[in-house]
């Protein structure tokens, strides 16, 4: 039976290299534009992670996978937490230190709720709580990338939104198998079906794509591909949970991939 009541700790080196990142970026402009395109990278990961941990809060619930849900979620927890700090201390204005901010006090309910033995009765609540915390992370990442001034933080941003949809995918799907009484489901799962595709498109259109660039957007494509095969399965209401836990792990990998690569464009 996992364990969801351990505690996280803050790591002391996540502190001890964000203050480091600060003080040399204000000697270093080159410093400054990779702390930029990093806080850029975070702040997005956030998103991800408010819709990855209640995708394994819900596959818990169902027993799908259980040592890697508990695994995921032991990490995405730790995650959120270290990105929060980092950020934190990156923050260079109030409006980013207001929207951080709000983003923790609902990650405090979240993470409580989430910590919790799953129950189908509670995961429409920790759905809904997830969304607000998703809502409140994407307003820091606009935030941020807003603060940077980054020619290319618009595609760092948008790479790492289709790690968030990666698993918001999953999320929905696993809410739709588990058969919970929301009506809108469905709906929201198709539209971030829609919303990944139409911006995997885009990503592929960018003109400062590069080689490597390129090559990671054809890989993405076709996992991408074969994922929705196994999405359209759910039409005929023959659900695969399994299988879609795995193919929104290599699209979530696939994504990441990317959002390094933009990453490191940027602060080349």
Do not use: C
């Not at 508990?70 to 959120?80: G, K, V």
């Not at 618009?154 to 919970?180: E, T």
């Not at 490597?212 to 996992?223: N, P, R, T, V, Y």
């Amino acid at each position: 039976m996992p364990r969801f009541a351990k505690s996280i700790t803050l790591p002391f080196l996540a502190l001890l290299t964000a203050l480091l990142f600060s003080l040399s970026s204000q000697a270093n402009p080159a410093a400054a534009t990779n702390a930029d395109a990093e806080a850029v990278n975070r702040a997005g990961q956030q998103r991800m992670l408010s819709q990855r941990i209640s995708k394994n809060y819900l596959m818990l619930g169902q027993d799908i996978r259980p040592d890697v849900a508990n695994r995921q979620l032991d990490d995405s927890l730790a995650r959120f937490e270290e990105n929060h700090s980092w950020l934190s201390q990156y923050a260079k204005t109030d409006a980013s230190r207001a929207a951080l901010k709000r983003s923790d006090e609902l990650w405090q309910q979240f993470r409580s709720a989430a910590l919790q033995a799953p129950s189908k009765a509670q995961a429409p609540a920790l759905i809904e709580l997830s969304e607000a915390l998703l809502a409140a992370s994407e307003n820091t990442v606009k935030q941020i990338e807003q603060d940077t001034g980054l020619a290319s933080a618009a595609l760092i941003n948008q790479s790492g939104r289709q790690r968030m949809l990666s698993q918001r995918i999953a999320l929905f799907y696993m809410a739709l198998s588990w058969k919970l009484p929301d009506p809108s489901l469905a709906e929201r799962f198709n539209q971030a079906v829609s919303e990944f595709d139409q911006s995997l498109q885009q990503l592929q259109q960018a003109p400062q794509n590069n080689p490597e660039i390129s090559q990671l957007l054809h890989k993405a494509d076709a996992q991408w591909q074969f994922s929705r095969k196994g999405f359209a399965l759910s039409n005929d209401a023959r659900f695969v949970p399994t299988l879609i836990s795995t193919t929104s792990e290599s699209l979530l990998g696939n994504m990441e991939q990317l959002t390094q690569a933009y990453t490191r464009l940027q602060q080349s």
